[in-house]
């Protein structure tokens, strides 16, 4: 064999080591990713999870007791002066859109200030919506534990009057018949529009 014809070879042999050393490199990233991208977009949401907290009638009400019905859940408070009361209107428009399907779900407002926001004064602040809403309170324990369980965020802020205000998480969840995250509920469409999306998960 010539000198010329054995670079050709080795050169050949080389190209084609290479090749195949990339190709099991590709078929080995290939199999990681599957198995770890099946385990990623399995694992069960985050958000949600047991809680007992005091309706604005006074009774417990836990995830269980909404066990089977999909619901929405909404953090704010009484004293807010805009976001919560709008979003509670704009849920009531919703629920009002199901008619007698209503009552297959519920829509619940938790207050993030349960150190004003007692039972007697949320049942007078709801009665202004749908009544298939719920305002729910309780001790600063059972509240600081509902907001780790979804993620919320709310902080007291002092106002010029010496007296409060707070800032807090507005989105509204969405969560499924077994008290499972679903995604956050979008109240910017139309009532009916999302009044359909609700009634399918019913």
Excluded: W
């Amino acid at each position: 064999m010539t000198r010329v014809k054995k670079k050709k070879t080795q050169a050949k042999t080389k190209i084609l080591a290479l090749l195949v050393a990339f190709l099991a490199g590709s078929l080995t990233l290939v199999a990681t990713l599957v198995m770890v991208m099946p385990h990623r977009v399995t694992q069960p949401s985050s958000v949600g999870g047991p809680f007992a907290l005091t309706d604005q009638n006074g009774n417990t009400v836990t995830d269980a007791t909404f066990k089977g019905e999909p619901f929405l859940v909404f953090f704010g408070f009484t004293n807010c002066p805009d976001v919560c009361p709008t979003t509670l209107y704009e849920m009531s428009e919703v629920l009002n859109r199901l008619g007698s399907d209503a009552n297959k779900t519920a829509a619940l407002f938790v207050t993030v200030d349960p150190e004003r926001d007692t039972p007697e004064k949320l049942k007078q602040y709801i009665s202004s919506f749908h009544p298939r809403i719920f305002g729910l309170t309780g001790t600063e324990e059972q509240i600081d534990a509902i907001k780790k369980e979804y993620r919320v965020f709310a902080k007291k802020v002092p106002t010029k009057d010496g007296d409060y205000t707070m800032d807090h998480t507005a989105v509204v969840y969405l969560m499924d018949k077994n008290g499972r995250f679903v995604a956050p509920f979008n109240l910017s469409r139309s009532a009916d529009e999302a009044a359909a999306d609700l009634r399918k998960r019913l």
